[in-house]
């Protein structure tokens, strides 16, 4: 089996999260696709805006139309902060023998890889890729060249990269729209949009 991980505070989930996710299966071939929205975020401040539960319920809309995709609550039922390892280990320990797993990432969190908590475990168990939302730019591009000959060096992994048109839309994007009474239907998901109106939310 080969399995993807595509983790995130999701809040609120996107039409480029839905994109980023549909390259992710179709690129590398995955036969199951694990969404696993965020608990405590170990380097951004709690939520406090919606609930974990509602994160939830919009990735499960959000993502309700991709087939071998499974809306996991694995990090927001686990206690203290979410580190990718400890999700790693345990969806490891779930998996059959000869299974892979490969775990998404956008440019920020490929750039501080190698600082997040047991970076050794998660080239261990996962095989990290990443996609790009930011277009091209030559001082970029060199800084994630270098950074994946590092990983390289330290882990002996390559980072392979997803390719795919970037959609310029982010969730503080959305959440800024719905403060200032603008639409968001052209950023998310319908059935999220939908969710967001019906529960009052990031007004």
Known sequence: MRIG???????PPHKGHVAAAKAFMEQMWLDLLYIIP???????????VVTPLERLAMCERAFSTLEGVIISDMELRR?????????????????EDGSRLFLLMGTDMLLTLDS???PEEIFRLSYPVYMRREGSDPILDARIVKQIENLKNR???VVRRIVGDALP?????VRRA???GKSIDGLVPTAVAQYIRDHKLYV
């Open 169 to 173: 839309i982010s969730s503080t994007m």
């Open 38 to 48: 965020t608990g405590i975020p170990p380097h951004k401040s709690a939520d406090v």
């Open 79 to 95: 206690e203290g902060k979410s580190y990718t390892a400890d999700t790693l280990r345990e969806l490891h320990s779930r998996c």
């Open 116 to 118: 997040w908590y047991q």
């Open 178 to 180: 719905i403060s200032e």
């Open 155 to 157: 882990y002996g992994k």
């Open 5 to 11: 991980i595509y983790g995130g505070t999701f809040s």
